[in-house]
């Protein structure tokens, strides 16, 4: 039964998942005690937690789905899966240590738990599908060709559609966003038009057949003869933005080869500077062995991992501005003349597919990887980004492209009200106040949004330093939204729905001129020293010796009395 269920998680799970990995979360949840320890030790860094906790929640469902209902439940482990599973997904989740978790899903978990509780195990499973189910809620309903494919919303990074998004294949000339992006990360400030002197070591070329004859037993970044070049020689000196112009715009392998070999000292040593830094921003799904994109077996990456890269990208306007020009002119040189390039992409340049929307921002083409092409666009307050992979026509890239754009651009941005003027009542303690503060909202709080970005949010409530007296409608704190980025969606103030006087002593205090105190304290004096004696004795008739006293008072006057 392990196996059979390890099977299914493995066969949807991506290849450059190991399957040890695949088996020992899966083996420890299902059939063994998954503590909050295992899931630390898998999701110690917070882009791979989010990444692997999505990816292995929705094949957790799959796995479920496939799997005999009947034999499931008879398990002898399975009131531990029910107890383990839920205390997993929920501090996994519910800690947002790697944002993966939202309310909505918290929801569908604390509902199985309740009926788990009550013996409905269908329902449980059911349940537990539904709440990973809903990870793709609002998802555009779109198609396109593409076998690989994704839209994403690029100020939030929110997946907008998705198809086989995390799979990773060749990724040809597209590979150059990774390159450019991690070279003018390196640069810093430094100068752009810097000159740089081509090394022979970067221009060596063999044909495909060759490497391929070879068992690509070479350096991955030698170049092939039918590749993009803008013709450099070995000790030409050439500019660094005129090697990014050309690396950006008419995918000249050897410019990438020259950039790297620049930035890293020798390609290799860039390669994994590239590789690591790619990592860091969140591409999981990528290793890429040269710097222009080439074919070589384990150089692969995901259209999610290259949308990462393109928003990215989005830090340095001048990847953005190169993208955007019609044609590059290489400079002269001390070996070569000037010359005239042209710019091809689909959707900038005027034509068949032009669309007004398109910022940027690279193609790519090599027979392993098919027709590629990172697009971006924007269109009033929405910006998206379009990754098409292993597309078999040219042309049909830009429709693609075009189709997501377009359903992404024509959603209305719709409401939904998170906090309602009457119906948000706050009570705080007010220092030195006569009562309790009464706070609430000005008008309605709401979230605007589009349909297929929902921002999944969670809110802050914070108050200023209270002090008495404070003033109805006066302005007492605030209700901050944020989204699961921790960026802020919208805030609202909160107000005082009634007023807060002192306290009867403080406002004596306050209202007093120090004379008219003092004339207060005088005045007074006699009455609390009369007060105090009057303390004193009621203290001391109740002491043991005050009630001996009263004894002998009594016998006294008794005595008397006879």
């Not at 060596?204 to 013709?231: F, H, Q, T």
């Not at 609202?492 to 306290?503: C, G, R």
Request: with cysteine; hydrophobic share 40%; glycine share 6%.
């Amino acid at each position: 039964m392990s196996q059979r269920i390890v099977g299914m998680i493995a066969k949807y799970l991506p290849i450059n998942y190991s399957l040890p990995l695949i088996q020992y979360v899966f083996k420890k949840l299902v059939f063994g005690n998954f503590g909050i320890t295992d899931f630390k030790r898998v999701c110690t860094d917070p882009v791979k937690g989010q990444v692997l906790l999505r990816r292995f929640c929705a094949n957790l469902s799959s796995a479920l789905q496939n799997c005999p209902i009947s034999q499931f439940l008879k398990h002898e482990r399975y009131n531990s899966l029910n107890r383990d599973a839920c205390a997993f997904l929920q501090r996994g989740f519910e800690g947002r240590a790697h944002g993966c978790f939202f309310k909505h899903e918290l929801k569908h978990f604390i509902l199985s738990r309740f009926l788990v509780s009550f013996g409905f195990k269908f329902f449980f499973l059911l349940t537990l599908i539904l709440g990973v189910a809903s990870l793709n809620a609002g998802a555009l309903k779109v198609n396109v060709k593409a076998p690989y494919a994704i839209l994403v919303d690029a100020h939030s990074g929110r997946v907008l559609y998705e198809k086989r998004a995390h799979t990773p294949v060749p990724p040809a000339s597209t590979t150059k966003i990774g390159t450019i992006l991690y070279a003018l990360e390196l640069l810093g400030d430094g100068d752009l038009d810097q000159m740089i002197t081509v090394p022979a070591e970067c221009l060596v070329r063999m044909e495909k057949a060759v490497k391929i004859e070879n068992g690509y037993k070479i350096p991955p970044y030698w170049l092939e003869s039918d590749g993009m070049s803008i013709n450099l020689l070995p000790g030409e000196v050439i500019s660094l933005r005129s090697l990014i112009e050309g690396a950006m715009l008419w995918s000249a392998n050897g410019a990438a080869n020259v950039i790297a070999y620049h930035f890293g000292g020798t390609i290799p040593a860039f390669m994994d500077g590239l590789n690591a830094y790619l990592k860091q921003i969140g591409c999981l799904e990528t290793h890429f062995d040269n710097p222009s994109g080439l074919n070589f077996p384990t150089h692969k990456t995901s259209a999610y991992d290259l949308a990462i890269m393109a928003r990215e990208a989005r830090r340095f306007p001048l990847m953005y501005e190169i993208a955007q020009m019609l044609e590059f002119e290489r400079p002269k040189t001390n070996k070569r003349p000037s010359k005239l390039y042209k710019a091809y992409n689909g959707l900038i340049q005027e034509g068949q597919f032009h669309y007004p929307h398109a910022t940027g921002l690279k193609t790519g083409y090599i027979e392993d990887a098919g027709f590629c092409v990172v697009s971006t666009a924007e269109s009033g307050d929405r910006s998206l980004i379009a990754v098409l992979l292993k597309e078999d026509d040219k042309k049909q890239r830009w429709r693609d492209a075009i189709t997501l754009f377009n359903a992404g651009f024509q959603e209305e941005v719709v409401s939904r009200p998170l906090y309602k003027m009457e119906e948000t009542l706050l009570f705080r303690e007010v220092d030195r106040g006569s009562r309790r503060l009464r706070a609430g909202l000005q008008n309605d709080l709401n979230l605007t949004y589009y349909p297929s970005a929902e921002p999944q949010v969670e809110s802050k409530i914070t108050f200023q330093e209270l002090k008495a007296p404070i003033a109805k409608n006066q302005k007492v704190g605030e209700i901050t939204v944020f989204d699961e980025n921790y960026e802020v969606v919208c805030r609202a103030p909160l107000i005082a729905l009634s007023a807060v006087d002192e306290k009867f002593l403080f406002k004596i205090v306050h209202s007093c001129s120090i004379w008219k105190l003092m004339w207060v304290v005088a005045l007074s004096s006699p009455f609390l020293i009369w007060r105090f004696k009057r303390c004193q004795i009621q203290q001391f008739l109740r002491s043991r010796r005050g009630l001996r006293f009263q004894v002998q008072v009594r016998r006294r006057l008794k005595s008397r009395s006879f």
